[in-house]
């Protein structure tokens, strides 16, 4: 059974640091590329940062660069994303994602085939 589980959202206030994590189990996770996405009410899911199989390749969304740092444990089956600095703008329910293939960039919702349930990230200022 395909699983990916979201932990690490909170509530926190403007300029703190969050550490989100996803464990992933039931497929060969090692294989696939990885992204988190991000989606607030009424808007698009949002690629927010992506992570190649091997954990060479990265890419992050203009507004989190120097920010928010993605990184994956083959090992122990964990995609994390290290978000600091954070801002009130990244307030959203936090996604991670399972790609077979190199996905497109900026990512698309459509080139990930398993998804986690989300975690929420408030940020107040």
């Known amino acids: 059974q395909v699983q990916l589980v979201e932990s690490g959202g909170a509530s926190v206030q403007s300029g703190r640091s969050l550490r989100l994590s996803c464990a992933v189990s039931g497929f060969a996770a090692n294989t696939y590329c990885m992204g988190w996405f991000r989606q607030t009410p009424g808007k698009e899911r949002e690629g927010v940062a992506g992570?190649?199989?091997?954990?060479?390749?990265?890419w992050y969304t203009d507004s989190v660069k120097g920010r928010f740092t993605i990184s994956r444990d083959n090992a122990k089956n964990t995609l994390n994303l290290q978000m600091d600095s954070l801002k009130s703008e990244d307030t959203a329910m936090y996604y991670c994602a399972a790609a077979p293939s190199i996905f497109r960039l900026p990512p698309r919702p459509n080139d990930f085939t398993y998804w986690g349930q989300g975690t929420q990230v408030i940020v107040s200022t």
């Open positions: 992570i190649s199989s091997d954990g060479r390749g990265t």
